[in-house]
Every structure is written in C-alpha cells, then in structure tokens.
C-alpha cells in the first residue's frame, strides 16, 4: 500500500484550490552571494586592473559588451574548468598589419591560481597566436607595480623589455607599464617545454607538478642575455 504523503492543504482559494499558510511580515532575505568578504575579493582582483571592482554583475555584463565591440580590438575568453567558469583572459591590441598580438586582461580566481588549467591557458592562447594565426611577437603587458604578472610573465617565458615611465593614468594613478614578449622565433623551443610541463605524466595523484616549467631559461634570447652579461 502506497503511503499517501500529500500535505493536508490549511486553506483554499475562492475557486477551492489548496494553499497554505499566510506567513506574518515575512520579508524576503539577504541572498547568499552578499557575503562580507565580496567588496574584499574583488578589490584583490582589480587593483592592477583599468576597470572595477564591480557591485553588480550587471556593471560587469557591460564590461563584457564593450570588450566585445570590435572597436575595443579585444577577444576575451572564459577559462572553465569542470564547466564552471573560474577566470578570464583575452588577446587584444591585435596588430594584424604588423603580426602583433598581446595577452591582457588576466582574472584568475582562486580556484584556478597556481594550478595546470592556468598554464594551460596561457599556452592555448600562445599557441593560437602563433601556430594558428600565424603572429610574428605576442606581448604581456602590467602596471610595473604588479608583481604577480611581471612573474606569471617571466615563468611562462616572456622576456622583459622595458618600462614604460608614466605611460598612463588608470582610476586617477598614474601608472608605469612593464613590457615583455615572446616572439616566433623562440616559440618552437617554448612549445616543446610548454607540453613536456602540461603531459599528464608530469603529474602525480593530486595534481602537483613533478617537475617545473623551464620556459624561462628555455628562451633563447634568456640565454643570449648571459651570455652578453658574461662577457661584461
């Protein structure tokens, strides 16, 4: 026998439909994603950044809407891992006269910060300048003061070039660029480290990297610079 587990309806509606309960001064409450640590989360992610924090994601929908203006010569990309989006990156200042294309607009979550997916998409981006599009340089620019870039740049092979003094003003500071670049004559060697690093093999059980990514030191122009620093 089938046990019956309708509930027991305490009211009816003029046309006798079951309804429940009235429920006194009920107002609606605060939704989860209004936690306390939000405005501090998104200030980490735009310090550096010429746009946000956000207090919406309306206001960063039109972000995305003004990146996506061929006028605003940016492609931006979701990173998704699992099917969740865990960050973003773009190729823009597209340069398709002169075969220059430049890597920007790095957001990772921290979900995605220091894990293989976020090299990896660095490596697709690099890979797809290059190899499939056929650019001549890829370039990463950040605010000289952002040291977590000027890293992520160095690691993953871009060689320094230069800083930019007072090359712009962003949110009312002035800001100084750092420049690096990879170029496509040191991309065949790069590519080779790039997925030695990404093979699976180089991965034990819980996702931790056997060994480190060489790209820095694999850069031939890395090398040219010591050794015109050691004939000084």
């Known amino acids: 026998m089938t046990e019956d587990v309708t509930p027991t309806p305490v009211a009816t509606t003029s ?8 429920v006194e001064n009920w107002t609606p409450r605060l939704h989860p994603l209004a936690n306390p640590q939000y405005h501090t989360l998104q200030e980490t992610h735009f310090t550096y950044l010429p746009y946000g924090p956000f207090k919406t994601i309306d206001e960063f929908k039109e972000l995305i809407n003004l990146k996506e203006l061929s006028s605003s010569n940016t492609i931006l990309y ?10 973003f990156n773009a190729l823009a200042c597209i340069n398709q006269e002169h075969g220059t294309i430049e890597i920007g607009h790095e957001n990772f979550s921290a979900q995605l910060l220091r894990t293989r997916s976020a090299t990896e998409a660095n490596y697709l981006l690099l890979h797809y300048a290059f ?8 370039q990463w620019r950040c605010n000289a003061l952002n040291v977590k870039s000027w890293r992520a740049a160095l690691r993953l092979g871009f060689q320094y070039e230069g800083t930019w003094i007072k090359a712009e003003v962003c949110n009312g500071r ?4 750092a420049w690096f670049s990879i170029i496509d004559d040191e ?7 790039f997925q030695r ?7 034990d059980s819980n996702g931790q990297q056997l060994t480190k990514l060489n790209a820095a030191q694999i850069n031939p122009r890395s090398n040219e610079k010591m050794d015109k620093t050691s004939r000084i």
């Open 15 to 22: 046309i006798d439909q079951p309804i429940g309960e009235i």
């Open 78 to 87: 979701s990173i998704q891992v699992n099917d969740i989006a865990v960050g």
């Open 131 to 138: 190899d499939i599009l056929g650019y001549r340089r890829v």
């Open 174 to 177: 002035s800001r100084d660029n």
């Open 187 to 193: 991309w065949v060697q790069l590519k080779q480290e």
């Open 197 to 203: 690093w990404l093979n699976s093999e180089n991965f």
